[in-house]
């Protein structure tokens, strides 16, 4: 099978699509019911191979009932990867920006806050629209300040069981409750509070403060990174970093491109070998006759095709069904090289990568399995009088 560039896209478009489900699968601790969607799948590629038509349709059936289960049970983590997709497809994304006297302000909040063991979640949004993930909240749209910050968390406050908004430099939102992660390795020492933090920061780019009541600790959660805040310095200096990043040249974004997750990428790559395998390479059991017409290419340059055996070839292709059905074969057209051919009859077969067939179908007869063909010189036209 000649190698096109069909075939190369095709595989590529596979192997990214395994990759992208691999590295959602990971992040949403979802690897065994994915890998075993795949699983499935192949399963039944090779059960239709062998004419089991219901072990295929019975493991068709659990690829189904498999993506169902990933569609219903990880309904917030499909969301944070489509609430991501949609940032990255916006063409003016809202920045991502802190100002050094909101970081200094929301530091001093948390670190006074600790000091008095009084809890307190705090939200600072990036790119990522949070509104479909908080429930409740009052509005409020003030102005950031330590006092505004460590007023919202004391005691007698009806907004400090929740959380408060930040977007920018206001105070959106308080007394938010946001939703819980479903994190079974958290430390044993995690309340509501802190896992309420991990799971706004696991379904959205945001980042989550989480100030502990109990041992008066503060911890930012960013994704699924957890950093314990050793003090108010280090809060600012953490808070800014991954607030402002450092813009990267060329070279070290192709480096990260290409050499990073590279576990997940040969797995892909793997999984996308074994599924294009079976899918194509293995030989079908559906058989159907079409006809071509001929062409000739190549042909010398003086020379004519003035006589030929047959204006058409009867082939008889074989592959799987769905393949079939997917490909246009009546646009197939028999190619016959006549380069280098002096002018006589010759006779000429068909070859195989003449017909430009898609992956996954060979050819089984050629009728007729060569044709004559004469070339000859072409005759110039004289014009009268010249």
């Known amino acids: 099978m000649a190698l096109r560039w069909q075939i190369v896209a095709d595989f590529l478009v596979l192997a990214l699509a395994f990759y992208a489900l691999l590295r959602w699968a990971r992040s949403a601790r979802a690897m065994r019911i994915a890998l075993g969607v795949v699983g499935l799948h192949a399963l039944a590629l090779l059960a239709r191979h062998f004419d089991l038509v219901v072990t295929s349709w019975v493991l068709d059936g659990a690829a189904i009932l498999a993506t169902l289960v990933l569609l219903l049970v990880f309904q917030p983590e499909l969301r944070r990867a489509f609430m991501r997709l949609d940032s990255v497809l916006k063409r003016w994304p809202r920045p991502a920006v802190v100002q050094s006297q909101t970081s200094v302000a929301i530091s001093h909040a948390a670190f006074g806050l600790a000091r008095l063991h009084l809890g307190a979640l705090l939200v600072i949004t990036r790119r ?32 400090h069981d929740g959380a408060a908004i930040i977007e920018g430099d206001k105070i959106v939102k308080a007394n ?10 958290l430390p044993f020492s995690y309340g509501t509070r802190h896992r309420a933090a991990v799971g706004l920061a696991e379904r959205c780019d945001a980042l989550v403060v989480a100030v502990s009541e109990e041992r008066a600790e503060v ?53 996308a070998g074994v599924i294009w395998g079976m899918s194509f390479l293995a030989s079908g059991t559906t058989i159907r006759t079409i006809s071509v017409p001929i062409e ?25 069904p769905w393949i079939m059905d997917s490909v246009n074969l009546p646009r197939l057209v028999g190619s016959f090289d006549l380069g280098g051919r002096q002018a006589g009859w010759h006779t000429l077969r068909l070859k195989p990568d003449s017909l430009d067939l898609p992956p996954g179908i060979v050819v089984d007869r050629v009728t007729p399995d060569s044709i004559r063909v004469e070339v000859a010189v072409a005759q110039t036209k004289r014009v009268p009088g010249k």
Do not use: C
């Open 128 to 159: 990522d629209s949070i509104n479909e993930l908080l429930e409740g909240g009052n509005i409020l749209g003030a102005d950031i300040s330590s006092e505004v910050l460590e007023a919202i968390f004391q005691k007698l406050s009806p907004l």
């Open 176 to 185: 938010v409750v946001l939703p819980l992660t479903r994190r079974q390795d």
């Open 219 to 271: 911890t930012l959660m960013d994704g699924g990174r957890i950093y314990l805040i050793e003090d108010a310095q280090h809060f600012v200096s953490t808070l800014e970093a991954l607030m402002n990043p450092v813009h990267e040249g060329i070279g070290p974004r192709l480096r990260r491109l290409f050499f990073t997750n590279l576990g997940l990428k040969f797995a892909a790559l793997g999984l």
């Open 296 to 320: 000739f290419s190549n042909v010398p340059p003086g020379m004519v095709v003035t006589g030929q055996s047959a204006d058409a070839l009867e082939i008889q292709v074989r592959g799987s």
